[in-house]
């Protein structure tokens, strides 16, 4: 009897001190949104109900934590000593850039977390999990040191969790959302796409120049290498560096993939043809349902507006697909006409469109893709997943009080050189500790983030 496989959806969980900083330089809603007022508990709230909606749909779920912060070990290493209000103080003087980078609460953007090649692709037929490094900005290379034991009590006993690729510009690594999986089925050998910018060896390919390439062809090719990835089962492409300048910093906000189906911008890759061929021939006899949109049936600058490539696709235990869309998408008129033309398509297993609000996700520059790490199991590596971490309707009504109580309804940028606002989001941490299992640096008094 053949195992069943499927795929799992790990949904970040968004943290107390979610706010606008627009500290990601290229991504449009970061930076448009840049000083704002947020709203945490409401961001934290939508996103729990996306994860709510999507085990209704019959989907494996997982919950995974936000990360401490303030940074206070970082802004240590930074040179700001004392109280912790002295310290907030004095990086507050130095540049708030460092407060916002030290309260970053990017990690709920959990297709960020790492690259993951299912058991079925893989030479010594084990699951690998890599986290990515995100040395591309300050604030997201911090999230490296919790991101790997994290991992590794979730995922631990039945996947392979390589340390994170070294955090130098020739490696940066975004994780899977710059990585796409191909298949018939789940469980069946699939095809992997690597997403890459930049080739940092070779500066005369062609590279961006408004915007940061935050992917490399040398990160990619060292991922491969560390899932066993044989030739047969994987593919390079890079991004176009025009859609990078127009704010398309991740190729899951050009491109969105399922099974064998594929959705993608004419914009989002060099050389599309000669990509499409081999991916076709790696994938054979599996039939590629390639959907092209075209510039006049959706401008790019809609795509990024609406974020339309940054759908979450999800399969149906009865069958077919769904796309889990943001609101937004209904709202852009080019973008919905896209999606509803996949439902009528008949060659398309698209089922449904559901468009969810993400909104405060959104300002900030993540969708439901973003939110999102999916990892294809087999039964046996899923009974081996930490229970602690299972979206149920119990951990979801303890997460929903956690969030009311601990969560501001409101947060302005000039609030995190509080150190009240510090003390409470620590509050908060040691609470979660009575949820979930958490490793040692996620827990308070042996913590890289304790006062």
Not at 342 to 351: E, G, K, T
Not at 374 to 395: C, I, K, N, S, Y
């Amino acid at each position: 009897m053949t195992a069943r496989a499927f795929e799992v959806q790990c949904d970040g969980l968004v943290g107390p001190t979610h706010n606008y900083a627009g500290l990601s330089h290229g991504n449009v809603a970061s930076q448009s949104n840049a000083q704002s007022i947020s709203a945490p508990r409401q961001a934290a709230l939508q996103g729990l109900a996306k994860m709510r909606f999507v085990s209704a749909l019959g989907v494996p779920q997982i919950v995974v934590p936000p990360q401490p912060r303030p940074h206070l070990r970082w802004l240590h290493r930074l040179g700001f000593t004392g109280s912790l209000g002295q310290v907030l103080d004095a990086a507050w003087k130095a540049s708030p850039s460092l407060l916002y980078q030290a309260y970053s609460a990017s990690s709920m953007w959990a297709a960020n977390m790492a690259t993951v090649s299912p058991s079925a692709d893989t030479a010594d037929g084990r699951l690998h999990l890599t986290p990515a490094n995100l040395c591309t900005t300050p604030h997201r290379v911090q999230e490296q040191d919790i991101t790997y034991p994290l991992l590794q009590a979730i995922f631990g006993k039945v996947a392979d969790i390589h340390a994170p690729l070294p955090s130098t510009p020739a490696y940066a690594d975004e994780g899977a959302a710059n990585h796409m999986r191909f298949c018939g089925e789940i469980g069946a050998p699939g095809v992997e796409v690597f997403v890459y910018g930049r080739v940092a060896s070779d500066r005369t390919q062609p590279q961006p120049v408004r915007y940061p390439a935050r992917q490399t062809r040398e990160s990619v090719e060292a991922l491969a290498r560390l899932h066993q990835l044989p030739h047969a089962r994987h593919v390079l492409v890079q991004q176009r560096p025009e859609a990078i300048d127009a704010g398309v910093f991740h190729n899951d906000v050009i491109a969105m993939s399922h099974g064998n189906l594929l959705v993608y911008h004419a914009q989002a890759f060099v050389e599309e043809a000669a990509f499409l061929q081999a991916l076709q021939a790696k994938l054979a006899p599996v039939e590629l349902i390639a959907i092209r949109l075209s510039e006049d049936e959706l401008p790019l600058d809609a795509a990024v507006r609406s974020y339309l490539f940054n759908s979450q696709i999800v399969s149906l235990p009865e069958g077919g697909m769904a796309i889990i869309a943001p609101s937004e998408c209904a709202d852009t008129p080019a973008a919905r006409i896209a999606l509803d033309r996949l439902v009528q398509a008949p060659d398309v297993p698209v089922r449904a469109v559901h468009y969810l609000d993400v909104r405060e996700s959104m300002r900030n520059g993540g969708g439901p893709a973003c939110l999102r790490l999916r990892v294809p199991m087999t039964d046996a590596e899923w009974a081996g997943v930490h229970p602690a971490f299972v979206f149920t309707p119990a951990l979801d009504a303890q997460l929903q009080a956690w969030i009311s109580k601990h969560y501001r309804e409101t947060l302005r940028p000039d609030d995190l050189r509080d150190p009240q606002f510090a003390s409470e989001a620590f509050s908060a941490w040691e609470a979660l500790g009575d949820i979930f299992p958490l490793p040692p640096s996620q827990t308070a008094g042996d913590s890289p983030f304790t006062r």
